[in-house]
């Protein structure tokens, strides 16, 4: 007798083995659904293993929707309010994973970002899941069902989940797969690009913020309306550190970005003080009393009076407080996908319902994580949003 070759036939696919694709897969098998996470790389979770310096910045206790950039700014609202960062802390719970908060409400694993992929996968295990490692994924179609070709043959499923993130750290496996299925179904994609990434410089800039290089310092730093105040790195290639990261996620090429360098305090003031008790210090000297020394310097050597700041005019002392508190600089572009954290852009989030992540156009067919038009700021807002929509994909696929 000769065995007829069947078409595995689940309920669900999730394309994609990372923090939304195996929220997803998990919460659709414990609502009793055969599930299966196709993943092309040989593990799933490997961006979960890297995150938050391997302890994994896994939510913030602050979840709000101006915490998120969309073109929908209201698009996230559903999701996080439905799953919060209480639900997942629930979850860590039940599993004794311990945590703790490290600053502005950033939850951290006390022991390793492993603790997070084990409790995924005993999760995924719990509710019969089968997790396909080395799988490619050649196509996806739908008729009455969605037919997904593979390295390891036809399978079909009701519904299928898109879960396989955006384009940073291409050596970890990202790829353009998403986007690639949501113009095939036609759902429109918002022009992807780097975000949470360092910032590089060119011309006179490039040479300025060179000679920095290896300063960290608190900062307040603007672009357009956008504000953060954190901690600014100096690098070789130009410029990194929270602060920075934060506000690449709002910076379009040709923008400038304005800089305080003493937030909270007023240089001018300061200066004008020390002036009228007729202080002897030179420029980089007085500075020095409230900057980092090698940042005073580079802030004389843009042009300061050779003089004792008894001898400074008011007007040199306004200029030279511009300087520090509103100094300008245009970067030059960013250091791309290799160094970004996340992805903006995206599957845009017109084509999807907030409620459930499923394409309006294409019954079936969801969309989740960072492959779609939502970009969380730093902070544990990104894996907010994969388990957040994971989650919502998965009570209904
Ligand atoms: P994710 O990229 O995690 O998963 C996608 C999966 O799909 C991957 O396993 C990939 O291999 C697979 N895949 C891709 N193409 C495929 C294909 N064609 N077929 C099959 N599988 C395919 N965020 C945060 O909130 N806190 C933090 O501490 C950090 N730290 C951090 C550090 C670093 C270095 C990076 C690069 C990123 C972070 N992030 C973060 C961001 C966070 O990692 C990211 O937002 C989430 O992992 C997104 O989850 P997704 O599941 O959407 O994509």
């Not at 923090?19 to 997803?24: I, K, N, T």
């Not at 060179?210 to 070789?236: D, M, N, Q, Y």
């Not at 245009?330 to 250091?335: D, L, M, N, V």
């Amino acid at each position: 007798m000769t065995q007829k070759n069947v078409t595995p036939m689940f309920d669900v696919l999730v394309i994609g083995g990372g923090a939304a694709g195996l929220m997803a897969a998990l919460t659709a098998g414990q609502h009793g659904r055969s599930v299966a996470v196709l993943e092309h790389g040989p593990e799933v979770g490997r961006k979960i293993l890297i995150s938050g310096g391997g302890r994994c910045n896994f939510t913030n206790q602050t979840m709000r929707a101006d915490r998120f950039l969309s073109a929908n700014p209201h698009f996230v609202k559903s999701a996080i309010s439905r799953y919060q960062p209480s639900h997942f802390l629930d979850l860590l719970a039940k599993h004794r994973i311990a945590w703790h908060e490290k600053k502005l409400g950033q939850l951290f694993c006390d022991n390793s970002a492993h603790d997070i992929v084990q409790m995924l996968l005993n999760e995924c295990a719990a509710a019969r899941v089968r997790i396909l490692t080395d799988v490619r994924v050649y196509d996806v179609s739908k008729s009455d069902v969605f037919r997904v070709q593979t390295s390891r043959g036809d399978m079909t499923a009701r519904s299928v989940v898109l879960a396989t993130g955006g384009l940073s750290i291409p050596k970890l496996g990202a790829s353009r797969f998403a986007y690639e299925m949501a113009r095939q179904f036609g759902l429109a994609v918002i022009q992807p690009e780097p975000a949470l990434v360092p910032l590089t410089f060119g011309g006179e800039s490039e040479e300025w913020v060179r000679s920095l290089a290896g300063l960290s310092l608190p900062v307040r730093v603007t672009c357009g309306k956008t504000t953060f105040e954190e901690a600014l790195l100096f690098t070789h290639r130009g410029m990194s550190g929270p602060a920075l990261l934060q506000i690449s996620s709002y910076w379009s090429a040709g923008q400038p970005l304005f800089v305080d360098f003493l937030p909270g305090q007023d240089i001018a003031a300061l200066l004008m003080k020390l002036k009228k008790e007729g202080s002897k210090a030179r420029g980089a000297g007085a500075l020095a009393r409230w900057l980092p020394q090698r940042l005073a310097h580079a802030m004389v050597e843009l042009g300061a009076p050779e003089r004792t700041l008894a001898e400074w005019a008011d007007r040199d002392i306004r200029l030279m407080a511009q300087r520090v508190h509103s100094m300008e600089l245009k970067p030059q572009g960013t250091e791309g996908f290799a160094k970004a954290e996340v992805t903006r852009g995206g599957v845009d989030t017109k084509a999807l319902s907030s409620r459930t992540m499923e394409a309006q156009s294409v019954p079936g067919l969801y969309v989740v994580g960072e492959a779609v038009d939502v970009t969380g700021w730093l902070g544990g807002y990104n894996f907010h949003w994969a388990w957040a929509s994971g989650h919502a994909a998965g009570e209904v696929a």
